[in-house]
């Protein structure tokens, strides 16, 4: 017997929807917004004893290190570059490790595989870089010890070459995200229409021809999604990648130093809440404008997966 | 068991608020008014304190009778510790007593702290008296922000080296007080133990950066403000970016040579470990050290877990200290404070009784250590120190250290504390002492500046990059940070702070 | 299935890539358990080996001095996990459902606001007087359970997205023809065809919970409930700051002596790995790969 919707059983409906969201938007509202009102403090200097809102204005006064440098567009140049790098590396093999994973006939691996490739996340990075400096150091690490003798290569002092870091930062960020990008994709991936990829079986279609008609198009919302919310943190870098891994060695500047790595350094010895958070919002707004703008784009050209 | 999401929402939010409402209740329950004043004091720790409610207790103990005071302890971690103060006023949360060490004078900046002169006048005399003329911690616009704590001040920057190498080779001790009398040992050594690495870096990987390589042209330093690039040199008052002077480059110049002879880590820059670490290894010559010149022997320690030789060493002087407001552990009084005058109560008690000093020093009487007939202190059966249950890390500067008893682990001599006490006034002062530099006129400029060194300083310091390619352009972009500026600043507020000082 | 010799060389070829790609994710994990079975003086002067030259459980014998200390924030890693994982799954659930309804009204809006909180942040301040005053959550458990781990808004768009696009529209018109409400639906349909999607967030959530040690500095003095990783943080702080200030530290007293050594900072650091090495692999009954035939079978 066919329901019909009549209009009070949709509102209803509807309700108990917004009902649902009441105790996650509520918490937002408290947890994020609230707050939010720290963002004056960009342009203030906090006197913590007058708290934060009868502390001074200083107008965009603290905004005025960020440029003091003459590094800046080296600073600038490195965060967004490495993002963007990051960003095609770790989306082209998540996607590929994903499906490895989901073609894998022996699932049992494939069940190992996943718990194993997401271990990353649960080292520290202070321990990544004791890590990374076990394998480079110049006395006593194993690329200097072991593996460049092998090659019949003499040591190189790592941590004072510019040149390998780009490719080494690259490779430890692959290491520590590749795991969770790929369990994401995964998701995705198996929740296709098996009868797809039937059908297309039945067509005559070669391996590579599903991927590329079948399962990157299906996929395709969470690609996009992925892509959507990593422009909004295109200013941003990783404290620990860029700073802690390479030790902040002075030599290694010009490819590690990032808007992150310069503010931490900057006011390391001071407790300048006002010109920390005035870094911050400089990184906010950028990627806000960027979001906003990618958005739209998507918006013109494929609707539905448009964040909002 | 079906249950809707609605109900089980429901449910969470009642769950929710009863626990806000009891956790509020708890602490109503707590602000009962008593006679007796009830302090806290922030404190960072080093090590594990378990003990603190035993020690709160016996510390309470005595004030309560003496001035109607009781204390609260609460630590911190030491690397967000100023965050942490800060966090907790813009909380509204009630401080008293808040630690400070070094160069976190920046509590007085950010208005953490509140001016303490009148208190001193009417409740600190003894503090007064004991402290002398190191009394003015941290003095900012004419007013004095901490009380320092009395322990030894007369250090000496030493080099440890392993005595029976320089036994064994011949060298003579007193010849290594020069720099070529150094340089000279070094060589022998290197040609004798080739593996082994020479010096090892301090803190941060530098290795002889600052302690005066140029002692004919260069005494009685003294770095304000935590900086290395704001610095008082041979008593003048003038201030002198350090890393432009022709000492640092000497210096560098230095370190790079030893650095190509092989004499040091070729990891220094980069090592998270304090190099001094291989010295109980045996695999180590010799490390800077500051020494506390009152007599006390070196003593090699066993580290954890490495083997148990430990090495007689010799401690050869290197430089002439002088007393900075900056190495020092103090304390001040919060600015949101309600107790200030109780407080100021408690700091003069502990700075005369012995009892209360030792007490927060080295735990509780009669469970951590106990007082013997003529005066002396041991520790109790079954406690073993590094293990107390008390172990702040700051048992020899906490306090009036010449107020508390002598632990017989240390000397037989009752009078061994006032003693090193006493030895204080031989101590050179540097004659910027308690001057408290606000950085807020040219905190753009110290922003980039601080960037520039922490591009460059480290790795010239460690040697291993070439100094005459590099210094030029790490002065050229300090140049261009604005450091002048920064230094014309920093020479205009000493200026006032000496003539107030009179 | 038709077993073809290029699908026998297909699942050859993805089964040394997988493999190889474990092995890369592993050997670093390798290093740390091998540092931290070292000798120190081995470690300080060979540095860090895959095999090392002399073996030593000193460093755990020193952590295990404080016993009692691991156990208790192993419980309260423990306690905060679950409490927090459970939490946090049932609200991002009830979020992204309704927000996966196409005709919801003001569903942009929302998802704009959700978003714009990844953008910007008040800071430390703000989010301190918050909690710490005016919700009075410092050193309770709920301190390490809601200051800003409650809710991930980029969980919310994965469930979100999923729930939209991979769960067919028609199965839940059968659904509201049989008779069920949204809640009905959320439990019969979206549930269990959403597991892929769920038992993968639960897992990321899992290891934000157990990995954060920034609540725990900033809300909790109390050391009876600090967590496993906030007290390796911690020692991994106290070192720093007395390498960076040793001219400080040893005036007041404190020698190198007292820092622990690098193979006990490594042993902490496998202490805080281990457990989720043991647990995951239990967990693996519900992950991804396994259960998506049976999904749509309902």
């Known amino acids: 017997m066919k329901h019909k919707q009549t209009s009070l059983s949709k ?298 | 068991m079906k249950r809707t999401k609605k109900s089980f929402f429901v449910r969470l939010m009642a769950v929710l608020m009863t626990m806000v409402l009891v956790l509020s209740g708890c602490t109503q329950a707590e602000k009962k008014t008593d006679e007796i004043e009830k302090i806290k004091f922030e404190m960072f720790a080093w090590g594990e304190a378990p003990d603190e409610e035993i020690v709160e207790e016996a510390l309470n103990a005595i004030t309560r009778e003496k001035i109607g005071v009781e204390v609260d302890i609460e630590f911190y971690n030491l690397n967000v510790y100023s965050e942490q103060i800060g966090l907790k006023i813009a909380g509204d949360e009630e401080m008293d007593l808040v630690a400070i060490i070094g160069d976190t004078l920046e509590l007085a900046n950010d208005g953490i702290l509140m001016p303490i002169d009148d208190l001193l006048d009417k409740y600190g005399q003894d503090i007064k008296k004991v402290c002398g003329d190191l009394l003015y911690y941290c003095t900012m616009d004419g007013k004095n922000y901490g009380v320092p704590f009395m322990g030894n001040k007369k250090y000496v920057t030493t080099l440890n080296c392993r005595k029976d190498i320089i036994d064994e080779l011949n060298i003579d001790p007193a010849s290594m007080m020069t720099i070529d009398g150094m340089e000279a040992a070094f060589e022998k050594v290197h040609a004798a133990y080739p593996e082994m690495t020479i010096i090892a870096p301090d803190s941060e990987g530098v290795i002889y950066g600052y302690y005066g390589i140029d002692r004919e042209n260069v005494s009685h330093i003294d770095f304000l403000g935590g900086t290395y690039y704001l610095t008082i040199m041979n008593d003048d008052p003038t201030v002198v970016d350090f890393y432009e002077t022709e000492s640092y480059k000497k210096e560098l110049k230095m370190v790079q040579d030893w650095y190509e002879k092989g004499y040091v880590m070729k990891d220094s820059a980069t090592t998270d470990e304090v190099g001094s670490l291989s010295y109980y290894d045996g695999n180590l010559f010799s490390y800077i050290n500051w020494q506390n010149v009152y007599g006390d022997p070196v003593e090699p320690v066993v580290h954890l877990g490495l083997s148990a030789i430990t090495y007689p060493t010799y401690s050869i002087p290197i430089a002439d200290d002088v007393v900075s407001s900056a190495d020092t552990l103090g304390v001040g009084i919060s600015s949101n404070s309600k107790h200030a005058e109780a407080c100021m109560k408690w700091l003069n008690l502990l700075f005369t009784d012995q009892e209360m000093c030792t007490t927060l020093g080295f735990g509780a009487k009669d469970h951590h250590w106990q007082l013997r007939e003529d005066g002396l202190a041991e520790y109790c059966e079954g406690i073993e120190p590094g293990n107390s249950g008390w172990e702040t890390g700051f048992n020899w500067s906490i306090g009036n250290v010449g107020a508390c008893y002598v632990f017989t682990s240390v000397s037989d001599d009752p009078d061994y504390n006032k003693k090193q006490i006493a030895a204080n006034d031989t101590a050179t002062r540097s004659i910027a002492y308690g001057f408290c530099f606000n950085y807020e006129p040219v905190e753009t400029q110290m922003a980039a500046c601080d960037s520039v060194v922490e591009k460059y300083a480290l790795a010239l310091e460690s040697g291993s990059v070439d100094v005459d390619t590099l210094l030029p352009e790490f002065i050229a972009e300090l140049k261009a940070a604005g450091i002048d500026e920064v230094v014309q600043e920093a020479q205009r507020q000493l200026d006032e702070f000496l003539a107030q000082k009179k | 299935m038709v077993k073809t010799k290029s699908e026998v060389a297909y699942q050859c070829v993805i089964t040394i890539f997988i493999l190889l790609l474990m092995f890369a994710i592993i050997a670093p994990f390798v290093l740390l358990i091998m540092s931290s079975i070292s000798s120190e003086s081995s470690l300080i002067r060979n540095g860090y080996r895959f095999i090392p030259k002399a073996f030593s459980l000193d460093a755990y014998k020193y952590i295990l001095r404080n016993a009692d200390t691991i156990l208790r924030a192993y419980g309260m890693t423990l306690l905060t996990t679950v409490l927090g994982t459970s939490l946090s799954l049932c609200i991002t659930i009830l979020l992204a459902y309704p927000l996966s309804h196409r005709d919801l009204k003001g569903r942009k809006v929302i998802m704009f606001l959700i978003i714009l909180t990844m953008l910007f942040h008040g800071g430390i301040v703000p989010s301190y007087i918050l909690w710490a005053k005016y919700m009075k959550i410092k050193n309770t458990i709920w301190a390490l359970i809601l200051p800003n781990l409650l809710l991930n808004p980029f969980f919310i768009i994965l469930m979100k997205n999923y729930f939209e696009n991979s769960i067919p529209t028609s199965i839940m018109e059968a659904a509201e023809i049989d008779g069920a409400g949204p809640i009905g639906i959320l439990w019969h349909v979206t549930l269990p065809m959403g597991k892929p999607i769920i038992a993968t967030i639960t897992m990321f959530t899992i290891l934000t919970y157990w990995n954060d040690w920034v609540n725990a500095l900033y809300f909790v003095n109390n050391t009876k409930l600090w967590t496993l990783q906030y007290l390796l943080e911690n020692i991994l702080d106290n070192v720093q700051f007395l390498v960076k200030n040793s001219k400080v530290m040893t005036q007041m007293g404190q020698s190198v002596a007292n820092i622990p050594s690098v193979s006990v900072r490594m042993a902490i650091a496998v202490l805080g790995v281990i457990p989720i090495l043991i647990l995951f692999p239990f967990f693996q009954k519900y992950i991804v790969a396994g259960i998506s035939l049976g999904a749509l079978k309902e």
């Open chain 1, 11 to 308: 509102s209803r409906h509807y309700s108990i929807l917004y009902l649902m969201m009441v105790p996650g938007l509520l918490y937002l509202l408290i947890n994020n917004y609230l707050p939010m009102v720290g963002i004056f403090i960009a342009f203030k200097k906090l006197d913590y004893s007058a708290g934060i809102f009868k502390s001074p204005w200083v107008g965009l006064r603290n905004f005025k290190f960020l440029f003091a440098t003459s590094d800046i567009w080296i600073i600038i140049r490195n965060t967004v570059v490495y993002n963007i790098v990051f960003i095609i590396l770790e989306t082209v093999l998540g996607i590929w490790v994903a499906i490895m994973l989901a073609d894998l006939a022996n699932q049992h691996l494939a069940r190992l595989a996943q718990v194993t490739i997401i271990l990353p996340e649960l080292l520290s990075l202070v321990i990544c870089s004791y890590i990374v400096f076990a394998f480079l150091s110049q006395e006593n690490g194993i690329m200097n010890n072991t593996i460049l003798p092998a090659l019949g290569l003499r040591p190189i002092g790592w941590y004072n070459e510019k040149g390998p870091w780009p490719v080494i930062l690259t490779i430890v960020y692959l290491w520590l995200n590749i795991g969770s990008q790929a369990i994401i994709y995964l998701a995705s991936i198996v929740g296709i229409n098996k009868e797809l990829y039937e059908t297309a079986d039945l067509d005559g279609a070669s391996r590579f021809q599903k991927v590329i008609y079948i399962t990157v198009p299906c996929i395709k919302p969470t690609i996009v999604t992925l892509l959507l919310l990593s422009v909004g943190s295109m200013f941003y870098s990783s404290f620990g990648l860029f700073y802690l891994i390479p030790h902040n060695s002075g030599m290694l500047f010009d490819v590690t130093a990032t808007l992150d790595t310069y503010v931490y350094n900057a006011l390391m010895h001071k407790n300048n809440v006002g010109m920390a958070s005035a870094a911050g919002l400089f990184q906010s707004v950028v990627g806000f404008i960027l979001v906003l703008t990618a958005n739209k784009i998507t918006s013109r050209l494929d609707p539905d997966n448009a964040l909002f």
